[in-house]
């Protein structure tokens, strides 16, 4: 057994993995479950906090307190620096994420029986694109949050290379594979030689051909398809009496999970009561007040990822938005969510683009596409990436556990 974990801090959600021959790799977080959302609920009635699907329970029955998640998305980002106020008083958000990482450790260390002190902590391959130093920073800040929390070895590993060694345990020849890795708050790519023979050697190095990654994911899609079909219902797009265009900076804040507390300011709940009396949809404006004077941007926000995710399976999908003292009902289309997150396609679509040009690599020599991460379900996502390498099979992992398992095997080889 190794002595070393492997952990998968995400965006969304979050896995620990342990390498044990013959035994299951992934840890139990939560209920038996091997996913611990990555969330944090301040109870404010209890003073007490909870986490994963139990802070989300507390929150969606109606507890007072503060919700906080996307946690991930604070890294690289001037917020890790700042703070935000739980119950009257601040709390650094560097302490927030140390919070969460200690709770993960603690729970990882209760499901295997013993203490880690050493990890391999996956990380994207671009914290921030286009910024090396912030991104360089990004990992040191997880690095110092990581040894706060306990953990005294420390090494890092790219996401979709954990998810290639996961995926190379499984094959019996050797593969040109195409890892994608679509999590909640970016999109990964590598390109890697795997095989069983390539698995027994201690370097790799030379089996990597290429890493790509653009900071979009699972979180920005649901940022799209609340601004196209559900923030219009709230007065997004409509228009004061002056023909002046309703202010967009509370919708994109409510839209945008690790912005959404900032619309509860007393500042923001004032100036929407102060475009109510001046808009020509008063009715819609209203919406967004009961919105902000409830604190339900998190509960909407909620509803909106569970649209998404409905419209994996199916063209339409239904939304009752009950909290609402008159409640809305709305049937979100897979083609206008498409055309929404269209230009983040695009984008995706051209960093595996370059990634191939970056590695010498046509299309036809690709042999496998292996798709992992709890985002990568989205259907127009598969077929654009697929068409980019139409002659590779496709092969679908555990979208939330192959990372975390990959990362158990390399914390076995790196630290024993």
Not at 161 to 175: G, K, L, V, W
Request: glycine share 10%; hydrophobic share 40%.
């Amino acid at each position: 057994m190794a002595n070393a974990c492997g952990v998968d801090f995400g965006t969304s959600n979050s896995t620990v993995g342990w390498y044990r021959p013959g035994q299951p790799t992934m840890l139990a977080l939560e209920d038996g479950k091997l996913t611990l959302p990555s969330v944090v609920f301040f109870n404010a009635d209890e003073e007490r906090v909870y986490y994963g699907r139990a802070g989300l329970e507390n929150y969606l029955t109606g507890d007072e307190g503060r919700l906080m998640r996307s946690l991930k998305s604070l890294l690289g980002t001037s917020l890790i620096e700042g703070q935000t106020e739980v119950q009257g008083r601040a709390l650094p958000f560097r302490l927030l994420l140390n919070y969460f990482i200690t709770e993960l450790k603690r729970r990882a260390e209760l499901a295997a029986g013993r203490d880690f002190s050493s990890v391999v902590l996956g990380r994207p391959v671009q914290f921030v694109d286009g910024d090396s130093k912030a991104d360089q920073q990004a990992q040191q800040t997880l690095a110092e949050i990581a040894t706060a929390a306990g953990f005294k070895d420390i090494a890092f590993q790219y996401e979709p290379i954990a998810a290639a060694f996961d995926y190379e345990s499984q094959i019996d020849a050797e593969q040109l594979v195409l890892i994608v890795d679509i999590g909640g708050g970016t999109s990964d790519f590598s390109l890697v030689r795997l095989g069983p023979e390539r698995a027994r050697r201690a370097d790799r190095r030379d089996d990597i051909l290429a890493n790509g990654g653009v900071h979009i994911g699972g979180t920005d899609f649901d940022k799209y398809l609340s601004l196209t079909s559900v923030m219009p219902l709230l007065g997004l797009g409509s228009r004061l009496k002056s023909q002046v265009e309703v202010p967009s900076s509370t919708y994109y804040n409510l839209a945008t999970w690790h912005t959404i507390n900032l619309a509860y300011t007393k500042k923001s709940a004032l100036e929407c009561k102060e475009l109510q009396r001046d808009a020509q949809e008063p009715d819609k404006l209203a919406h967004l007040i009961e919105l902000v004077d409830e604190r339900s941007g998190h509960w909407l926000a909620l509803k909106v990822e569970a649209g998404k995710i409905a419209l994996s399976d199916a063209e339409s999908a239904h939304l009752h938005l009950e909290r609402f003292s008159r409640p809305i009902d709305l049937v979100l289309q897979r083609a206008d969510f498409t055309a929404a997150i269209a230009h983040l396609l695009r984008r995706i679509e051209g960093t595996v683009a370059d990634l191939l040009q970056t590695a010498g690599v046509t299309p036809d020599q690709i042999d496998t596409l292996f798709f992992t991460g709890g985002s990568s379900g989205v259907p127009h996502l598969r077929e654009s990436i697929a068409a980019l390498v139409p002659g590779a099979r496709c092969v679908e992992g555990d979208l939330f556990g192959s990372i975390g398992a990959g990362l158990a095997l390399d914390a076995a080889r790196k630290f024993g």
